[in-house]
C-alpha cells in the first residue's frame, strides 16, 4: 500500500528495540486483552492528536519504563483483526534510557532475528521477523575484469560481518559469470552470507543460490514470484515499488539517493524524495546510489531498512 495511511483503522506504534548485539525484544499479552499470551513488539495505540513517534515514546515509557533516545521508521503493516483493522507502523529503536522492565504484567524475552523461540506470536507479525533477519548493509559485487582478485576483498568484507551480497556483474561472459557465481556461494555460505543473482533467475536455481535481484523490466514482466528463497527488486519510482509488493518480494532497493561518480550529473531522489517513496511501505527497502557505510543512520532516519553499497563494501 502507497501513500497516506487510511483513516478509519487503528493507528498503532510499534518499537522493534534491538541491542547493540542484534537481539530485540518480544512481549507476551497481558491476561484481559484480545489475544492474551501471543508474543508482539512493545507498542500501541497512537492517540487523538499524537503523532505517531509520541505514541511510540508513551507506550515504552508505560509498558517498559524506559526513554526512547533514537528511534526510526521502519516498516508498515495493515492487518485485519476480527477486533481491530490495525495500520501497525514499526520503528527501529536503537537508543534509550533504563533498562526495560514489565510495568503491566508482560513476560519479556530477547530474540535473536531468525532464531524466534517463543511462541506463538501475534498473526500480524510474521512477515516482520523475515524482515528483521535481512542484514543492515547489502554488497554488490564489483570484481569487472578480475574476478579471482575480487575473492581477497569478498574474503574480507565476510570477515567483517557482511551477511547479503548481490552479484552483478553486466560484463563478466557468462561461463565465466557462472564459475565467479559459484565460488562467491561458497565463500558467502561458509560464512552463513546469502548471495542474490542480479537478474539471472536461471543461473540463481542452478548453483543453489539464495535468490535473485529482479530488475525494472523483470518485474514490469513477470506474473508470478520467481521460485527461490529471497526474491528483491530493483526500484527507482513508485510505480516499481508497488509492483514489487505486488509480486510478494521480499525487499527491494530504491536509488540512486545520492550522485555517484559513475554517473555524474545523473538525476538523484535526494533524502526527501527517498523518505516519500518509502513511507507507509510494508518491503523493506534498502537505499542505493552514492553510499558508505556511514550513511546508514541517515537512510535510517530516511525510512530505510539498511544500505546498499558499491565500492563501499569491498574496501
Ligand atoms: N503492540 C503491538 N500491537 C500489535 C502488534 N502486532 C499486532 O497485530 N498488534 C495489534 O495492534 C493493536 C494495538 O495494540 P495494543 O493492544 O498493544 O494497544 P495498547 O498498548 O494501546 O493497549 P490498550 O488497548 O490496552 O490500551 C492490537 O489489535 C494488536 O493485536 C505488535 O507487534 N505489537
Ligand atoms: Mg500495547
Redesign the pocket.
Known amino acids: 500500500m502507497n501513500g497516506a495511511i487510511p483513516i478509519d483503522r487503528?493507528q498503532?506504534?510499534?518499537?522493534v528495540i534491538t541491542r547493540a548485539d542484534g537481539t530485540f525484544l518480544?512481549?507476551s499479552?497481558p491476561p484481559g486483552?484480545?489475544?492474551a499470551g501471543?508474543?508482539?513488539?512493545?507498542?500501541?495505540?497512537v492517540?487523538p492528536g499524537e503523532t505517531v513517534h509520541a505514541?511510540l515514546v508513551r507506550?515504552l515509557h508505560?509498558?517498559l519504563g524506559i526513554e526512547v533516545t533514537h528511534a526510526t521508521p521502519w516498516l508498515t503493516?495493515y492487518?485485519d483483526?476480527p477486533?481491530?483493522h490495525?495500520t501497525?507502523l514499526?520503528f527501529l529503536v536503537s537508543g534509550w534510557h533504563g533498562e526495560p522492565h514489565a510495568k503491566?504484567g508482560q513476560t519479556l524475552a530477547w530474540q535473536t532475528p531468525g532464531a524466534i523461540n517463543v511462541a506463538p506470536?501475534?498473526?500480524?507479525?510474521h512477515p516482520?521477523f523475515a524482515a528483521l533477519a535481512l542484514p543492515a548493509v547489502y554488497g554488490i559485487t564489483q570484481a569487472g575484469s578480475d574476478p579471482t582478485g575480487f575473492m581477497t576483498r569478498l574474503d574480507n568484507a565476510l570477515e567483517s560481518g557482511l551477511r547479503l551480497i548481490q552479484i552483478r556483474e553486466k560484463s563478466m561472459p557468462a561461463a565465466t559469470l557462472e564459475t565467479f557465481a559459484r565460488d562467491v556461494l561458497a565463500r558467502a555460505q561458509a560464512h552463513q552470507a546469502q548471495v542474490l543473482l542480479n537478474a539471472d533467475v536461471a543461473l540463481a536455481q542452478r548453483i543453489g543460490a539464495h535468490g535473485v535481484q529482479l530488475n525494472a523490466t523483470q518485474l514490469g514482466e513477470l506474473s508470478r514470484r520467481p521460485d527461490l528463497p529471497l526474491v528483491a527488486a530493483s526500484c527507482h519510482n513508485v510505480a516499481e515499488l508497488d509492483r514489487a509488493e505486488a509480486l510478494g518480494c521480499d525487499f527491494a532497493l530504491l536509488s540512486p539517493v545520492l550522485p555517484t561518480p559513475s554517473h555524474p550529473g545523473a538525476p538523484v531522489l535526494g533524502w526527501g524524495n527517498f523518505a516519500a517513496l518509502c513511507a507507509g511501505r510494508t518491503l523493506p527497502i534498502y537505499a542505493l546510489g552514492g553510499l558508505s557505510s556511514t550513511d546508514l543512520d541517515s537512510a535510517r532516519q530516511h525510512g530505510a531498512h539498511g544500505v546498499a553499497l558499491l565500492r563501499g563494501a569491498w574496501q
Open positions: 487503528t498503532v506504534a510499534v518499537a518480544l512481549a499479552r486483552k484480545p489475544y501471543y508474543w508482539e513488539f512493545p507498542g500501541g495505540k492517540e505514541a507506550e508505560e509498558e503493516r492487518f483483526y477486533h481491530a490495525v501497525l514499526f503491566e506470536v501475534l498473526p500480524a507479525n516482520v
